[in-house]
């Protein structure tokens, strides 16, 4: 199995480059309307605000909102769900943060000149130059906040993807071919399966316990590790304690999971 993510600069290709590799090697193409779509069958408020929250920078308030926090676990749960049935072009929203050290995945960023960027930008939305920069640099700021708030991380940090292209420099025929190559030779390796799988588990009960409204949570991390899930905070009480850990045991029928958390008094 093998998955692509693609981070993009806006203008730069990156979205062409994504639709193309998937329509060559029959890939699923997972964007932003598919992850909605996750997201309503989760339930039709989740949409309605992952319309509203997806991939711009939130305020500070919004970042420890009660929906905020729900959509951007609900996100990360999709992603995984979809990187775990392989042969999927997984575009932009932290997707290269979240399968790292996964062998069968290739984390790609797109970048390119601003003036390329531009023209491309000034063709495609039918804009003048204006219009064109203000769409760029809105759109960039927008994205890299919103993965800095939800990971903690630069999105136009080079040592977090496999491969940065440069569409200035090589053309969209030339990276295509360059990165379809790279996933035929991930596409027999099942190295990291389990891995991958252990952090959607961890990730869709994080989901759950964050959009369930009987609880609030103020602090939350919920990983894997040998042992099974693990889920470190901190919670208000210790009935809130007992509340979480039984919501997360529903939730997780098949791993172990031991709680690490503490409760304010």
């Known amino acids: 199995m093998a998955i692509l993510t693609i981070s993009r600069e806006f203008g730069s290709g990156g979205r062409e480059i994504g639709q193309a590799v998937a329509s060559l090697l029959n890939y699923e193409y997972v964007n932003k309307q598919r992850l909605l779509a996750d997201l309503k069958a989760v339930g039709s408020e989740w949409e309605k605000w992952g319309r509203e929250l997806d991939e711009h920078s939130p305020t500070v308030w919004e970042k420890y909102d009660w929906s905020f926090r729900g959509f951007s676990a609900l996100i990360q749960s999709a992603i995984l769900d979809r990187a775990l049935g392989g042969k999927a072009v997984i575009m932009g929203r932290g997707g290269n943060f979240l399968l790292r050290d996964i062998p069968s995945a290739l984390r790609v960023r797109v970048v390119a000149p601003l003036e390329k960027r531009l023209e491309r930008i000034m063709m495609r939305e039918s ?33 977090a993807y496999d491969i940065v292209f440069d569409t200035g420099k090589r053309n969209e025929e030339e990276v295509i071919k360059i990165i379809r190559d790279n996933l035929l030779e991930k596409e027999e390796s099942t190295s990291g399966t389990e891995t991958l799988r252990m952090r959607a588990e961890a990730a869709r009960v994080k989901a759950g316990l964050l959009t369930n409204p009987e609880l609030f949570i103020p602090t939350l991390d919920v990983f894997c590790d040998e042992g099974g899930i693990v889920l470190r905070g901190v919670v208000h009480s210790a009935k809130e304690h007992k509340a979480v850990e039984e919501e997360a045991r529903r939730l997780e029928k098949d791993l172990p999971v031991r709680c690490e958390l503490h409760y304010r008094k």
Request: without cysteine; glycine residues 6%; negative net charge.
């Open 127 to 159: 804009v003048d130059r204006d219009t064109a920069k203000w769409l760029a640099e809105k759109t960039d700021n927008e994205r890299a906040g919103f993965i800095r708030s939800i990971y903690g991380k630069e999105w136009d940090d080079p040592d």
